[in-house]
């Protein structure tokens, strides 16, 4: 019996000793900066990605997990949290002008928790969907909004400690459209409420509490009606945000956008800092999420009456050459958090 015991001791020393090094060897070695060719070949946390004609090297690939670094016992507005631009304009519909690579599930799982929708009536439903004179064609439009808002419900419901916001550029016209396609694809359950909403410049709940309450989704509309008509927070009544596009991306220039209050406006107490060109373009977009973004997220900070950005919206987020638009947010987070330059340091 004795040996036996020593046999199935080594056994399972051995299964868990391979099992170890077989995960181990899911993830590569080259560090941050380095040459690769693959995925696979980097350290776990990147990815290979190309920066313009430069060689592909290893960049960052996950945001850092803020909550877990310092708390999550801070007002919402205390935090900061990385955005994709026009989130559902993903790779692989001929003809269509992408704006993300990941799926609406990978850009959650790798730290995006701020989405830019637009949602158009078509064909008797709503949709995501480029659009001219506000309308959805056949050769703009991308999905239903329902498959997208699944895939943040199921994102929500499996990390039960997370928040999501959704920033909507909102030309539904449909009486309830939009409240009848949250209600359908379960998103209801998680909703903020617009009436919990502060004013006034007031800070936000402590996110805390909001995981208690199970408030862990964040709506905006474009549409101002609908705060009073389907109870969806208007955007411009909480939110002060920059230029986007190319007259966005100008180097030591942060202007509000023409809808927003203007910047240093603090009775809305969250700021959301566009930094992406009007035209997408994947292989120079690196640059843009590179050091241009730190330089525009501390131009805006003066702009806005020395108030750190709480979103940070960027087209191909991955995209950089090094730490790109997660460290711009771990900054972002370090400054918000404790006055640091990086989250890490608080």
């Known amino acids: 019996m004795a040996r036996f015991r020593f046999f199935f001791a080594v056994k399972i020393f051995l299964i868990f000793h391979l099992a170890a090094i077989s995960f181990a060897s899911s993830y590569g070695s080259i560090q941050l900066g380095d040459q690769c060719s693959s995925d696979e070949e980097c350290n776990v946390g990147l990815g290979c990605f190309k920066c313009?004609?430069?060689v592909a090297r290893c960049v960052r690939s996950n945001v850092t997990d803020q909550f877990s670094v310092v708390n999550n016992s801070m007002p919402f507005n205390k935090y900061a949290f990385l955005t994709t631009h026009n989130s559902y304009a993903i790779e692989g519909k001929p003809l269509h002008?992408?704006?993300?690579?990941?799926?609406?599930?990978?850009?959650?799982?790798?730290g995006v928790r701020a989405l830019m929708l637009d949602t158009y009536d078509y064909e008797g439903d709503v949709w995501l969907c480029h659009?001219?004179?506000?309308?959805?064609?056949?050769?703009?439009?991308?999905n239903r909004a329902?498959?997208?808002?699944?895939?943040i419900f199921a994102f929500l419901t499996a990390n039960p400690s997370e928040i999501v916001t959704l920033i909507l550029e909102d030309y539904v016209k449909s009486p309830n459209g939009l409240t009848k396609v949250f209600t359908?694809?379960?998103?209801k359950k998680f909703w903020f409420p617009v009436q919990n909403m502060p004013k006034a410049g007031?800070?936000?709940?402590?996110?805390?509490?909001?995981?208690?309450?199970?408030?862990r989704l964040i709506v905006f509309t474009s549409a101002k009606?609908?705060?009073?008509?389907?109870?969806?927070?208007?955007?411009?009544?909480?939110?002060?945000e920059n230029q986007y596009g190319d007259n966005g991306v100008k180097p030591w220039e942060c202007s509000n956008r023409a809808e927003s209050a203007p910047l240093t406006d603090k009775t809305k107490a969250l700021v959301l800092v566009n930094h992406f060109r009007t035209v997408p373009v994947k292989i120079l977009t690196c640059e843009e999420n590179s050091k241009h973004l730190l330089d525009m997220i501390k131009t805006c900070y003066v702009a806005a009456g020395d108030r750190w950005a709480n979103f940070v919206a960027v087209n191909f987020y991955k995209r950089s050459d090094g730490g790109g638009t997660f460290q711009a947010v771990d900054k972002l987070n370090g400054?918000?958090?404790?006055?640091?330059?990086?989250?890490?340091?608080?």
């Open 52 to 54: 313009g004609i430069d």
């Open 97 to 110: 002008v992408a704006t993300q690579e990941d799926t609406i599930t990978q850009q959650l799982n790798s």
């Open 131 to 142: 659009s001219f004179n506000e309308k959805c064609f056949e050769f703009t439009k991308f």
């Open 146 to 151: 329902i498959y997208t808002f699944e895939e």
């Open 184 to 187: 359908e694809s379960g998103l």
């Open 202 to 215: 007031q800070d936000w709940p402590l996110v805390k509490d909001m995981i208690a309450n199970n408030h």
């Open 225 to 240: 009606s609908k705060q009073e008509t389907e109870g969806i927070a208007y955007q411009w009544n909480y939110v002060v």
């Open 335 to 346: 400054e918000l958090l404790c006055g640091r330059d990086d989250v890490h340091a608080c």
